[in-house]
């Protein structure tokens, strides 16, 4: 494995996101904070999209929960970073588990549907749960950043962790991939029915892949409302982020792993110049739709396919 | 108890105008197999629609109802051209995904023309009281509006020669072709066939409530939670779920906070689509093929 | 060789202080909601913002010791969403550096920028959070120039107390941070108040149709209404109310019928009552800064519109600020911070003073609301102030007329 040299490119990038703001760029910081969120939830989503071929439409229902259990256990019951993130993470996997258990029977454009009715149902449900603030949602005392150093060390602890989770999810991708596992995923999006006739235990496999694409996503939920000191349902379960993961997933090339890590920085960087440029506000979703129409029609592999098919020999390094 | 009832019927009001907005989502899926996530912004579209033609030439709501219509099957057709075409016979998550991108940026446009405030027809028709309860006219309006359009596709599908032929590509889009149908016309056809429904029942929606370039997704997800109670490629199906998500929305509210009411939708939207994909009229007769 | 270095040196030290002149500008961030469903009222606050700030630019700028500071916006749109007005707080810091800010419209959207605000040590004023709670979570640098959520209803409860002791209230309202905190408060008013809690239901904030609710508040025998939430809301909840006819005699709904786009609901605004932070009607006599008669004229004959209490609110954030750097002497924060604690003033807008205790930093303690009612003046629908005694402007409409 170490001697593969994508293993060391996933590593160069990290090194990457963790030096260019040296420590003191806030700028910097906050553009490629952004970035390796997108990134964890299109690597994550790949996972389910790219190689079992199973779109799920509500994937931010897991960035949404995980942020809500982080920043329930700091803020109500007063634990540390570190232990709520964990157990948030865990949590939710588990749920994913149990709405996988219901949902995973389904195929296409089912399970897609009802994906979305998972983060709706849980979103609607969320905004009537009063011990979780219902529809105003929970906030955190700026206090809570003293532990970490204050407000100024804790924004750049969360930077680094996220980073990390950034990387964890990367070579959780290039794991799976290289797998057993990741073979039966992506026998699955093959021929599902073809595979089991096979022997993969699809049912399994799926629960799986869908538990574990749940986990990550969850975590880097917990601290991006950790960071925001607010989390509330509309914010918490907003589709529109994880319509931008499936455009991103799309567009850098699914199924590899570079794709998505391609297609969210890419994306972001053009998302923060329509954010503010006055004329093209809106214009985000309108970018993304033709985005993802041209690609849908016209080149369904995505850049990196296109890559693929110019520099053949890329195919020996990246993934 | 009469309040129980004022809101039981006016739910089955409210509700037959979601079973015409479901009629469109549910009658190109049964057609061309195909999930057209445009619906949304064509029914907000279909809202404008009104909005602008009251406003310019001063007409009467419900008269802006046929040129939406019209509007609405040719803008139908364009996006069967645009988005859909080359989608038929691929994976249906492709056609998912095009029409998905079609949205956003039908969506997109729209906010950035309108923005997002609140636009609201003007409608005043008396309503019918029944002790302290008042049922809107406009409610009232719309219901028989959407029985009156409804029996019209009726008569088109089962008493029109085109209409056959919408049914036979519905049943088998290969054998249709062979015995010399036309596919692709009548797919376009029935594309605009559903979308005209999405428009015009956006049209009727916006006589009954304020409305955003937003508002789409809130009626789309409605219409989806329809379509699959009511089974997918059954228009009749559709217009009986509307009304029983409606009878539904009365029972629910005067019993509990309104907000529950969301939440009892999509945890019933999630178990049928697990536990009954047929929807739940599939149990009293045979699955359809698809 | 010398010679030159020195005429150099000479020639740089007279023009660098020329140059310095010429960046004398302070900047101030805040995001809006030019759309969203909030860009109603957070439109509103932005133009009495711009009319202070144009106005200060026109006398020369703001005096600090001995210099004078322009000022300067920098404004991006937040389309009424929390997420993007983090973003861009935190751009509008570290990008714009942006010397003070505004807080955004609306409760909710002020609690998250107050997050980043703090994050980074920024003096921002606050002219659309009314909700408390974000004042109560240990801030430093946050200041609010209008009276707090708690305090909105208590008018309103008060007032329906003289004209009808026993009424049945129904509390209909958003599910926002900003109602929810009004409708806490006011419950525990209606109570000590003796009235009879027929109904209290909120609603998501995008609702759009009411009439299971406003059934529900038939229902219930209720004969005064509190509540709604802002604009989109508050306006459609006035018109669907008329046209059930839900028989109310006393109808109280905030934010949405002050301002002057209500009375296009016509006959469904009549007798329509709001809390209000400031009316063109009040009679204070300010320390500085215009009367509200002088302010009201000249708003209008900017902004083409009549002011309505978010146009006061943006212009008294611009005030406070400038009379803080001038009795501060200089653009200092933590100079600043300190005149803006010990402010204690009267204003066209009505007293403003700040709490200062750690626990409530930035609350603001002086201020008081009157209580506004659509009535027919004239054949056309005005605005007038119906309590307290000492403000009001014309007798409150009570009970409702027959159509309600």
């Known amino acids: 494995m170490l001697r593969r040299p994508f293993f060391w490119i996933i590593a160069v990038a990290i090194a990457v996101f963790a030096i260019a703001p040296h420590g003191e760029d806030v700028e910097l910081r906050e553009s490629l904070l952004l970035a390796a969120v997108y990134i964890t939830l299109a690597s994550n989503l790949n996972i389910m999209l790219g190689y079992a071929g199973y779109v799920n439409f509500g994937s931010i229902v897991f960035f949404g929960l995980g942020g809500y259990f982080c920043v329930y256990f700091m803020g109500a019951l007063g634990w540390g970073l570190a232990p709520s993130l964990l157990v948030a993470g865990v949590a939710v996997s588990v749920a994913a588990l149990v709405f996988g258990l219901g949902i995973l029977r389904l195929r296409g454009v089912h399970f897609a549907l009802a994906t979305i009715g998972v983060n709706e149902a849980v979103m609607a449900f969320v905004t009537n749960f009063e011990p979780w603030g219902g529809s105003t949602g929970i906030y955190l005392s700026p206090e809570l950043f003293q532990p970490l150093g204050g407000p100024a060390q804790a924004l750049w602890i969360i930077y680094y962790l996220l980073v990390a989770i950034m990387g964890v999810s990367l070579y959780l991708s290039y794991f799976v991939k290289r797998s057993k596992f990741g073979l039966g995923l992506l026998s699955i999006g093959q021929n599902e029915d073809a595979a089991a006739v096979l022997g993969v235990p699809t049912p399994r496999y799926k629960a799986l892949a869908y538990s574990a694409s749940a986990f990550l996503p969850a975590i880097a939920g917990g601290l991006y409302f950790f960071k925001g000191a607010f989390v509330q349902p509309a914010d918490a379960f907003d589709l529109t982020l994880s319509t931008e993961a499936i455009v991103i997933t799309m567009l850098g090339g699914q199924g590899t792993i570079v794709g998505p890590a391609l297609g969210a920085y890419l994306y972001e960087e053009l998302r923060g110049w329509l954010l503010t440029s006055e004329t093209f506000a809106s214009f985000q979703l309108v970018v993304a739709g033709v985005l993802l129409l041209l690609i849908v029609q016209f080149a369904p592999e995505g850049l990196m396919g296109f890559f693929y098919r110019r520099w053949p020999r890329l195919r020996r390094v990246l993934e | 108890m009469l309040g129980l009832a004022a809101s039981l019927l006016d739910g089955v009001l409210v509700g037959a105008v979601y079973g015409l907005a479901a009629m469109g989502i549910t009658f190109i899926w049964g057609v061309m197999d195909v999930v057209n996530l445009t619906h949304g912004a064509m029914i907000v579209a279909g809202m404008f629609g009104v909005y602008l033609l009251v406003a310019a030439s001063g007409a009467p709501a419900y008269a802006a109802l046929a040129p939406v219509l019209l509007a609405g099957f040719l803008a139908g057709v364009a996006l069967y051209w645009i988005a859909i075409h080359r989608m038929i016979g691929r994976p249906p998550l492709m056609s998912l995904l095009a029409t998905f991108a079609v949205n956003l940026v039908l969506i997109g446009l729209g906010t950035a023309m309108w923005g997002t405030a609140l636009f609201n027809v003007s409608v005043s028709l008396p309503g019918l009281s029944l002790g302290r309860y008042t049922f809107p006219g406009t409610h009232i309006m719309a219901a028989v509006l959407t029985a009156v359009l409804a029996a019209v596709l009726y008569l088109f599908l089962y008493r029109t020669r085109a209409g056959k032929a919408v049914r036979a590509v519905a049943a088998n889009r290969e054998a249709a072709e062979l015995v010399g149908i036309p596919t692709t016309r009548i797919l376009a056809l029935s594309c605009g066939l559903g979308v005209a429904l999405a428009c015009v029942s956006g049209g009727l929606i916006a006589t009954l409530f304020p409305f955003t370039v937003l508002s789409g997704d809130a009626y789309q997800l409605k219409s989806f939670v329809v379509t699959v109670l009511g089974g997918m490629g059954n228009p009749t199906g559709a217009l009986v779920a509307g009304i029983a998500l409606g009878l539904l929305e009365g029972l629910i509210t005067p019993f509990m906070p309104v907000s529950w009411t969301l939440v009892i939708e999509f945890v019933l939207f999630v178990i049928v689509l697990i536990a009954f994909p047929g929807g739940l009229l599939s149990l009293g007769r045979r699955r359809a093929v698809r | ?404």
């Open chain 3, 1 to 404: 060789m010398r010679s030159l270095w020195l005429a150099i040196s000479v020639a740089a030290s007279l023009a660098l202080p020329g140059l310095a002149a010429a960046e004398d500008t302070i900047t101030i961030g805040m995001t809006v909601s030019r759309t969203g469903p909030l860009n109603v009222d957070s439109v509103a606050q932005l133009h009495g913002s711009e009319f202070w700030r144009d106005e200060v630019n026109a006398a020369g700028g703001i005096k600090a010791g001995n210099q004078r500071y322009k000022v300067r916006f920098v404004t991006y749109d937040d389309q009424s969403v929390g997420g993007r007005v983090q973003q861009l707080y935190t751009r509008l810091i570290v990008q714009d550096k942006a010397n003070f800010l505004f807080g955004p419209y609306s409760s909710g959207l002020t609690a998250t920028a107050a997050v980043i605000s703090e994050q980074y040590g920024k003096i921002m004023l606050v002219g659309g959070g009314a909700e408390p709670k974000t004042y109560q979570l240990g801030n430093k640098h946050l200041f609010q120039c209008i009276t707090q959520a708690d305090y909105y209803l208590a008018g309103a409860v008060q007032a329906l107390k003289e004209k009808n002791p026993h009424a049945k209230v129904a509390f209909v309202y958003s599910d926002d941070p900003f109602s929810k905190a009004v409708v806490a408060s006011a419950h525990k008013l209606a109570q000590q108040a003796g009235f009879t809690i027929a109904l209290e239901e909120s609603y998501a904030p995008s609702t759009t149709d009411f009439s299971p609710i406003i059934n529900k508040v038939i229902s219930s025998g209720a004969d005064a209404f509190l509540g709604g939430g802002h604009y989109p809301d508050g306006a459609t909840l006035a018109r669907q109310l008329y046209e059930q006819k839900a028989g109310l005699k006393y109808i109280a709904i905030l934010v949405a019928p002050d301002s002057p786009k209500f009375a296009t609901l016509g006959d469904a605004a009549l007798g329509v009552m709001v809390p209000s932070q400031w009316e063109p009607q009040v009679k204070y006599q300010p320390d500085f800064g215009p009367t509200p008669e002088q302010f009201a004229k000249a708003a209008y004959a900017k902004t083409k519109v009549e002011a309505d209490y978010h146009t006061a609110s943006g212009y008294i954030t611009g005030l406070l600020l400038q009379h803080a750097i001038e009795q501060a002497g200089s653009i200092d924060p933590k100079k600043v911070a300190a005149a803006l604690e010990k402010t204690d003033v009267t204003t066209f807008f009505g007293k403003d003073k700040f709490a200062i205790d750690a626990k409530n930093h930035g609350l603001q303690i002086g201020h008081q609301m009157v209580l506004a009612q659509w009535q027919m003046k004239n054949g056309k629908l005005e605005k007038e102030i119906v309590w307290p005694e000492a403000a009001r402007t014309a007798q409150m409409l009570y009970p409702l007329p027959q159509a309600h």
